[in-house]
């Protein structure tokens, strides 16, 4: 149940923006820094992944970095 509520929760509240033009600097994994200048130029509230090694840097440019729980806290307001 807390699944089902969790996925149209995300699915209400995400987007797919578009690729960015240039990666952004001082990522440590090039793949990586695409990903996170494509949120960046988008204007993201926040990043949502399960990829410790972008969980490790907690937020880059102002964009919080966040697990899928604790997305889904925030957006519910519960934290």
Excluded: C, N
Excluded at 45 to 74: C, E, M, N, S
């Amino acid at each position: 149940m807390l699944r089902r509520q969790a996925e149209r929760l995300f699915r209400k509240h995400a987007r797919i923006v578009p690729a960015a033009d240039e990666p952004l600097a001082d990522i440590p994994d090039p793949d990586d820094a695409w990903i996170i200048a494509a949120a960046v130029t988008a204007g993201s509230d926040l990043l949502v992944t399960g990829d410790k090694a972008l969980l490790a840097l907690d937020a880059v440019a102002g964009l919080p970095i966040l697990d899928p729980r604790a997305a889904y806290l925030k957006i519910r307001g519960l934290k």
